[in-house]
């Protein structure tokens, strides 16, 4: 399972979606993430999914990659549709069975919401895969660049931002290691109650939270030795400039978001 946690994870490509400015692809994500709070129903999702499909069809990403960053989540959703299905209520019974009670409107939102939650989290996986931490730093950081008018410290929010992806992959390695070690120790993160379970935990718990905060200690004191200072004056290696591509980029996500208000008013 933590294998397949894709969240932070950056597959190295020179596809379409790879060479956009990294500030367009923070603001199509944000564009498809208002896209997908617009929707109103559940045959409307069609134009996000095929929004989805377009973006990792040019990002060369396989419908195998996008379902991995669905995987983890799968209790969730389960959960979300089950308390949506069971207590949304409705006029429109089609089960009615002691004190189970299913409603046409009840399936409906339990769908909508569900289908919501998949396609924020492939949209947003489609994001992380095909740009590294430090581009999406620089893209962030530039964007919140206007905001130093008000003292807003975009620099150091983005580095913030680049440091904790960056170390999701790491920290994932390093409980699969402490995991497997304890296993062949005898430990059993399997069976038994909740309790058990959540007992089971703590001999990989304390090692994984020692190795992060040495891993923060070793990290502070290599940007100290190397005299940083924060954003004042740095440079960088590649300029961030928007191409053609990126305007074309705009062009389809700007008439996806026009479909869907458009359908979204004719409700």
Same mark, same amino acid.
């Given at each position: 399972m933590l294998k397949d946690i894709t969240l932070g994870q950056y597959m190295p490509g020179n596809t379409v979606v790879h060479r956009l400015d990294p500030r367009t692809k923070i603001l199509l994500t944000t564009a498809y993430i208002t896209m997908i709070f617009l929707v109103g129903s559940p045959l409307w999702y069609v134009v996000p999914a095929l929004y989805v499909a377009l973006a990792s069809r040019l990002a060369g990403l396989s419908f195998g990659q996008l379902l991995k960053s669905i995987k983890p989540l799968r209790f969730l959703l389960i959960l979300t549709f089950v308390l949506n299905l069971f207590f949304s209520g409705g006029t429109t019974i089609w089960v009615h069975w002691g004190f189970i009670t299913i409603a046409k409107e009840g399936v409906l939102l339990a769908v909508h919401f569900s289908m919501r939650l998949i396609f924020l989290v492939v949209g947003?996986?489609?994001?992380?895969?095909?740009? %590294?931490?430090?581009? =999406?730093?620089?893209? *962030?950081?530039?964007?919140?660049?206007?905001?130093?008018?008000?003292? +807003?410290? %975009?620099?150091?929010?983005?580095?913030?931002?680049? *440091?904790?992806? !960056?170390f999701i992959p790491t920290l994932i390695e390093e409980t699969d290691k402490i995991m497997k070690a304890q296993q062949?120790?005898?430990?059993?993160?399997? %069976?038994?109650?909740? *309790?058990?379970?959540?007992?089971a935990m703590v001999p990989l718990l304390v090692p994984l939270f020692v190795s @992060? +905060?040495?891993?923060?200690?070793?990290? @502070?004191?290599?940007?100290? @030795?190397?005299?940083?200072?924060?954003?004042?004056? !740095?440079?960088?290696?590649?300029?961030?400039? +928007?191409?053609?591509?990126?305007?074309?980029? +705009?062009?389809?996500?700007?008439?996806? =978001?026009?479909?869907?208000?458009v359908g979204r008013s004719l409700l």
């Open positions: 947003t996986s489609v994001l992380t895969l095909t740009t %590294s931490p430090v581009a =999406l730093s620089d893209g *962030i950081e530039i964007l919140l660049k206007p905001l130093k008018v008000v003292h +807003f410290p %975009s620099h150091e929010l983005a580095m913030m931002m680049t *440091i904790a992806l !960056r062949a120790r005898g430990a059993d993160f399997e %069976s038994g109650n909740l *309790i058990a379970r959540a007992k @992060a +905060f040495r891993r923060a200690g070793e990290l @502070a004191m290599a940007m100290e @030795a190397r005299c940083y200072h924060g954003g004042e004056g !740095r440079t960088r290696l590649r300029v961030l400039r +928007f191409t053609m591509e990126d305007t074309k980029a +705009f062009l389809v996500s700007a008439a996806a =978001l026009a479909v869907v208000i």
